[in-house]
């Protein structure tokens, strides 16, 4: 499947919030797209700008964390980012309905140290009638790597769109 480069679309005023296309009911495009959206957020590392995809009292489970709220969304990305240095993710689709996603994933990162990981996990999402995401349940696995194995060589930011997903990688 080719996907088409995609640019984060900005919050469009709606009542007393925003909104944040596509939105619920999902369509398999309109999921894909929405994966997309995400995985270039992430991918900028810049905790404001994703912050602005989630719900001002969206919940999470990350691991072991819990997070309320988008303060607590911005603070727990600046110390994600701050460990989990020259991060690259790429995100797919695994299923959709109505206003929920399912996403599987894998990141690649290196601590301070210079030890690599790749991190794979699963997500479940689900979203106001807005598009803003009020529920991220994230379970995930840390996998040490050599830095020859790494699998994402792109330049820090938004990945290509010629550079294979997860399928393609065999993950």
Known sequence: MTIQKTQLPEPVARGEGSTRPP??????????????????????RDPEKVSLAYAID????NRSEFVNGRPEIIAFLTRK????????????????TGN????????????DSG???RSYGNENWEFNDDGLMRLRLACINDLPVKESDR??????????????????LGF
């Not at 997309?36 to 992430?42: S, V, Y």
């Open 23 to 44: 939105l619920p009911p999902f369509t398999r495009e309109t999921a894909v797209q929405k994966v997309r959206l995400a995985e270039d957020a992430w991918n900028s």
């Open 58 to 61: 969206s919940r999470w489970r």
């Open 81 to 96: 980012w701050q460990k989990e240095l020259d991060y690259r993710l790429i995100k797919e689709l695994w299923a959709f």
């Open 100 to 111: 929920r996603i399912a996403v599987r994933f894998a990141y690649e990162w290196h601590d």
């Open 115 to 117: 030890n690599w990981f």
């Open 151 to 168: 699998k994402y060589h792109w330049a820090l930011g938004r990945r290509p769109d010629d550079h294979p997903g997860l399928s393609d």
